[in-house]
């Protein structure tokens, strides 16, 4: 048996969408898009959303339209993927990092409120792996000190909290639809919000900074962020599967904690209360414990043809282009640093059976 990692579920639908698309002519930005807008914006139950052509790109509109800019500073997660902080850097401001939570791997809100300061504008949360960040704590801090939130959603299409939907719990949400993610275009990103403000300014700023309805008048710099009709078509049907997709992630996380959970050394994934978990990652941590290392543990179950990887296996602060701000050096963040060297993301995606499962914990309980 051959298990692997990500796929992303494609059928007839897309093809006959694409081949609309091809047979209209109107491949770029149009109709499409639009109609993808209006169901995206209408299954996060947010006022506006804003097709882009990649989660970086969505990120570093929502940046700017939140008015940040050189100077300023931006509190986020040194536990995520590279973009969440390059978006900050994109707007000429600065990251300053804040360590995680070791259960959940989401911005830990007690680290938040110590790296305040005068500078500081807003604060980027990541929902790491399909969970959404602390909510409650980190908006309250947010709320006390007058600071906007940007929600990275990029890897949380329908996850929630109680009734409400990722990416709708700050002043803008950003997703992702890279091959892998919860839902796909190829590449594409949206924005999401309830402001008509910011939305007007993603608008803006993803079609070179043109006013909109008026072409070649130019009241801002701006950049060609826009989405394809080809793009938003598969799109539209991913839309309609996706919460379908979630179920069976949902499913299948379920049999691996149970198969997983009493194996010592091995700590499955902690869905919190309140929280509905759309296991993009599937990530279970391997301590000392376990009778293997996490790199071991990631080459034995190669050899038995099972994929796995590590998200994410360098902590941003360490990056050669980050370390240059001069803030930061190994052991800043060590409840970051620690679970980059213990995590591994083990199969959960949509088109995995419960023979594969059952493989993935007789493999990893008879180690
Ligand atoms: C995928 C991802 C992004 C970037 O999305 P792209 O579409 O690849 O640009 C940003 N943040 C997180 C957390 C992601 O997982």
Known sequence: MKVSLAKPV???????????VLASGMLAQGSVVAEFEKKFANFCRV???????SGTAALHCAIHACGIGKGDEVITTPFSFISTANSILMQGATPVFADIDPLTFNIDPQEIEKKITKRTKAILPVDLYGQIYDIEAVNKIAKRHNLKIIEDACQAHGA??????????????CFSFYATKNMTTGEGGMVVTNSKQYSDLVRKFRHHGQQIGSRYQYSDLGFNYRMTNIAAAIGLEQLKRVDGFNKKRIKNAAKLTEGLRDIKGIVTPLVKKNYKHVFHQYTIRVTNEFKMTRDELLQYLKDKNIASAVFYPNPLHLSPHLRKLGR??????PVAENASKQVLSIPVHPLLTKKHMDYIIDVISKI
């Open 47 to 53: 006022k506006y959303a804003i097709a882009v052509n």
């Open 160 to 173: 929630k909290f109680k009734s409400r939907k990722a990416a709708t719990f700050g002043n803008v949400g």
């Open 328 to 333: 930061y050096t190994k052991q800043n963040f």
């Open 10 to 20: 494609l059928g007839k639908e897309e093809e006959v969408a694409i081949k609309k």
